[in-house]
């Protein structure tokens, strides 16, 4: 239940203090269990309970968009949460080992928190340092010390919080909830600091949505309607910089229409501007997320390095290989090379 609650935290809901409140119940749960099993128990029911609320979305991804029955996609997203939570059930775990690792609880936290955001290129979804953002007193101290740090101070708040539950002196009680203040006040504070400082004129900056469905983006049928959405929203455009959003054209890079390219690099020209647009690119036989910024001249891609899990890579492929094979209808999942030839010799534009 205070894992499931401490999801209110975070948007859209923005209730910033139900994450020191949650939190500050589990620690004092671990505190008074004082047992390494059952504090990994705890931490763990307590990561079912945030990341079954907080990520079931990948249900629907899995099953709406990606095609895999019901029942797969409900065992899917129950095993990757609970993959999550055994993070938090580690820091249940260390923290109650030793009466004296409780006080570490902030750093174990933190650091399991950085650890899951990068193991297997990470999935930081739902990091509490998120939960204070946007409107927290804690969001002051952000750009001083980064996401963890304020995920740092959470904990530390509520590991404080938890200790008041269990103090029974009116004067040390007092003293610490002091101390929460001063904080939250000093984060206050910091809110107030401009932490950048403008150089130069501003650069005008045009984001296109094209707005289409992701049930039918990928499929062939489309792929004419959305390079005609995407050339007619460029050309209306003259912002400097022209974004269009991630894989916004369904098709390989090598086979991006010509006509396209022609068109929006002569808007390109006239307004002055770069085009940057989200598309995949293939070399030999690995697939990357690009963005790509068109030119006469040369042309630039970024791959994107910090992919999702199971959307965009597979980890432990020797595990997982047969079901994304033959139950998950992702996009690039086996394309022959020559699958979209025929949309580059027709003239889609």
Same mark, same amino acid.
């Given at each position: 239940?205070?894992?499931?609650?401490?999801?209110?935290?975070?948007?859209?809901?923005?209730?910033?203090?139900?994450?020191?409140?949650?939190?500050?119940?589990?620690?004092?749960?671990?505190?008074?269990?004082?047992?390494?099993?059952?504090?990994?128990?705890?931490?763990?029911?307590?990561?079912?309970?945030?990341?079954?609320?907080?990520?079931?979305?990948?249900?629907?991804?899995?099953?709406?968009?990606?095609?895999?029955?019901?029942?797969?996609?409900?065992?899917?997203?129950?095993?990757?949460?609970?993959?999550?939570?055994?993070?938090?059930?580690?820091?249940?775990?260390?923290?109650?080992?030793?009466?004296?690792?409780?006080?570490?609880?902030?750093?174990?936290?933190?650091?399991?928190?950085?650890?899951?955001?990068?193991?297997?290129?990470?999935?930081?979804?739902?990091?509490?340092?998120?939960?204070?953002?946007?409107?927290?007193?804690?969001?002051?101290?952000?750009?001083?010390?980064?996401?963890?740090?304020?995920?740092?101070?959470?904990?530390?708040?509520?590991?404080?919080?938890?200790?008041?539950?269990?103090?029974?002196?009116?004067?040390?009680?007092?003293?610490?909830?002091?101390?929460?203040?001063?904080?939250?006040? *000093?984060?206050? @504070?910091?809110?107030? /600091? $401009?932490?950048? !400082?403008?150089?130069?004129?501003? &650069?005008?900056?045009? =984001?296109?949505?094209?707005?289409?469905?992701?049930?039918?983006?990928?499929?062939?049928?489309?792929?004419?309607?959305?390079?005609?959405?995407?050339?007619?929203?460029?050309?209306?455009?003259?912002?400097?910089?022209?974004?269009?959003?991630?894989?916004?054209?369904?098709?390989?890079?090598?086979?991006?229409?010509?006509?396209?390219?022609?068109?929006?690099?002569?808007?390109?020209?006239?307004?002055? *501007?770069?085009? @940057?647009?989200?598309? /995949? $690119?293939?070399? !030999?036989?690995?697939?990357?997320? &690009?963005?790509?910024? =068109?030119?006469?001249?040369?042309?630039?891609?970024?791959?994107?390095?910090?992919?999702?899990?199971?959307?965009?890579?597979?980890?432990?492929?020797?595990?997982?290989?047969?079901?994304?094979?033959?139950?998950?209808?992702?996009?690039?999942?086996?394309?022959?090379?020559?699958?979209?030839?025929?949309?580059?010799?027709?003239?889609?534009?």
């Amino acid at each position: 239940m205070l894992g499931a609650l401490s999801v209110l935290s975070f948007a859209p809901f923005n209730y910033h203090s139900i994450s020191l409140i949650s939190l500050s119940g589990l620690f004092y749960i671990w505190y008074k269990l004082n047992h390494a099993r059952w504090g990994f128990l705890s931490g763990l029911f307590f990561g079912l309970g945030l990341f079954c609320f907080g990520i079931s979305w990948i249900y629907i991804s899995l099953n709406l968009y990606g095609g895999m029955p019901a029942w797969l996609a409900h065992l899917s997203t129950f095993l990757f949460c609970l993959f999550l939570a055994f993070f938090i059930g580690i820091v249940g775990w260390l923290s109650s080992h030793r009466k004296s690792n409780f006080f570490l609880i902030p750093f174990i936290w933190t650091l399991f928190e950085w650890i899951r955001g990068w193991f297997l290129t990470g999935f930081p979804w739902l990091t509490m340092g998120y939960s204070q953002v946007p409107s927290s007193p804690l969001v002051g101290f952000l750009p001083v010390i980064g996401i963890y740090g304020v995920t740092f101070i959470v904990t530390l708040l509520a590991l404080i919080l938890s200790l008041v539950l269990r103090d029974k002196n009116k004067h040390s009680q007092l003293l610490k909830l002091s101390a929460i203040g001063f904080v939250l006040l *000093s984060g206050q @504070l910091l809110k107030n /600091i $401009e932490w950048t !400082d403008r150089i130069g004129e501003p &650069v005008t900056v045009s =984001l296109i949505q094209g707005n289409i469905a992701q049930d039918i983006k990928w499929q062939k049928e489309t792929i004419s309607q959305t390079l005609n959405t995407y050339q007619a929203l460029i050309q209306k455009t003259k912002g400097e910089i022209i974004l269009l959003p991630e894989t916004a054209l369904p098709l390989l890079l090598e086979y991006i229409p010509t006509t396209f390219k022609e068109s929006i690099l002569r808007h390109a020209s006239k307004q002055q *501007s770069h085009i @940057l647009m989200g598309v /995949i $690119e293939r070399q !030999d036989t690995k697939y990357f997320n &690009v963005v790509l910024n =068109l030119k006469n001249d040369s042309t630039q891609v970024y791959r994107k390095s910090h992919l999702v899990p199971f959307g965009e890579f597979i980890p432990l492929k020797f595990i997982f290989q047969y079901i994304y094979t033959h139950y998950l209808n992702m996009p690039m999942r086996q394309r022959p090379p020559s699958a979209y030839g025929y949309w580059e010799s027709k003239n889609c534009i």
